[in-house]
């Protein structure tokens, strides 16, 4: 808006003018660096008569002729410095993380979804959990053979023979009921 | 773009290898820094050293500098240090006088009564330009002068200045920089500088 306010009122500007306005720190981002980045010999000596016009306003006095020369031989001699840009992090771990907790998520919810479920909405595994769970030893679990048969007596449709508990002899059966 | 960013961006492309972006930084400084070490160094030898040698350890510390204060306040850091290492070294104390302002944060405070560089040849050249610039200012036109006075001097912005002298802001910027032509010119025979060398 300022800078709007200036080119409007300012059309024909000169570069010195620019030059003048980028002194005072009163040039848009974009204009500074262009002026900053190429500078030539006559806009740098523009640059020291700012610097000089300002400092004699201020009564800070010169320095001694020959210092810029002296000091810029000097600089010459100094390796030229190439401040290593700092490291980017990576940005691919984030979304594996995210991707694996996604896949987590979803594996949950299909599990729990479709497990069935009693009146109270719970899955039946979590509803059929004793109040308070105590350890039992491996070997105190005693399997009623009234179980164990009614489970294989469900699923004998898919058996070929039934093991019977007690002795463990194999008997061949038959589903089909053989009528005189 | 402010001036502290406009030294911020001097010292990034400093920082990616281009010097002649921290010559401008030394050519805007180096007045100031010379007047800070002339109130601890009576030496004018020794103090166009000092400068240089702060100049070049501020070169070398650029990847370290990290902005949050301005570039001249951590410039006077480092000249400070600079001298106080020299003054030891030569079993001097530091003046006092030069411990006040050396907070973290502020700016330097540069009320700090100037003392004229002790040679005769720098005496007459600060007399010379004073007077050249003094008599540069009372030539100029009345808003010229109100302009550059308020900028330079006052350090206001362009945006303060157009209000106070109730004009657009473009206004402002084109005064300012005629009254520097016109100081210029005056300066430049001073300067050895001709200023033709431009478009």
């Known amino acids: ?180 | 773009m402010s001036e502290q960013d406009i030294d911020r961006q001097l010292v990034e492309r400093a920082r990616n290898g281009d010097k002649r972006a921290f010559e401008l930084l030394v050519e805007k400084y180096h007045r100031r820094l010379l007047r800070l070490l002339s109130r601890m160094v009576r030496n004018q030898d020794e103090i166009d050293d000092i400068a240089q040698e702060t100049f070049i350890k501020a070169y070398r510390a650029l990847p370290q500098f990290r902005g949050d204060a301005a570039f001249y306040t951590w410039l006077y850091r480092i000249g400070v240090n600079t001298a106080r290492n020299y003054l030891s070294s030569r079993g001097k104390a530091m003046p006092t006088i030069s411990e006040h302002a050396a907070n973290d944060d502020d700016e330097p405070d540069e009320r700090i009564v100037a003392q004229d560089i002790n040679t005769p040849e720098s005496m007459l050249h600060t007399k010379q330009v004073g007077m050249a610039v003094n008599e540069a200012i009372e030539a100029l036109p009345a808003e010229l002068k109100a302009a550059i006075t308020l900028r330079e001097l006052e350090g206001l912005s362009y945006e303060e200045i157009a209000e106070m002298m109730n004009c657009p802001i473009g206004t402002v910027r084109s005064r300012i920089f005629r009254a520097r032509e016109a100081i210029a010119t005056r300066l430049r025979p001073l300067l050895g500088t001709t200023g033709d060398k431009r478009w």
């Open chain 1, 1 to 180: 808006m300022k800078q709007a306010h200036m080119n409007a009122t300012t059309p024909l500007e000169s570069a010195d003018e620019l030059h003048s306005a980028l002194w005072d720190g009163e040039l848009d981002d974009f204009e500074a660096r262009k002026l900053l980045g190429g500078m030539d010999t006559a806009q740098r000596e523009l640059w020291a008569e700012y610097a000089m016009i300002g400092d004699a306003l201020r009564g800070v006095g010169t320095s001694r002729s020959g210092f810029m020369q002296r000091f810029e031989t000097a600089l010459a001699s100094e390796p030229t410095i190439l401040a290593p840009v700092a490291a980017r992090k990576p940005v691919v771990a984030p979304y594996l993380w995210t991707a694996a907790a996604a896949a987590m998520v979803a594996i949950t919810w299909t599990v729990w979804t479709a497990a069935p479920t009693d009146v109270s909405g719970q899955p039946q595994w979590m509803a059929q959990q004793p109040a308070t769970s105590q350890p039992v030893a491996a070997n105190e679990y005693q399997p009623g053979a009234g179980d164990l048969e009614s489970y294989m007596e469900a699923h004998q449709d898919f058996a070929y023979a039934v093991v019977s508990v007690p002795d463990l002899t194999v008997e061949r059966v038959s589903l089909t009921e053989v009528r005189p």
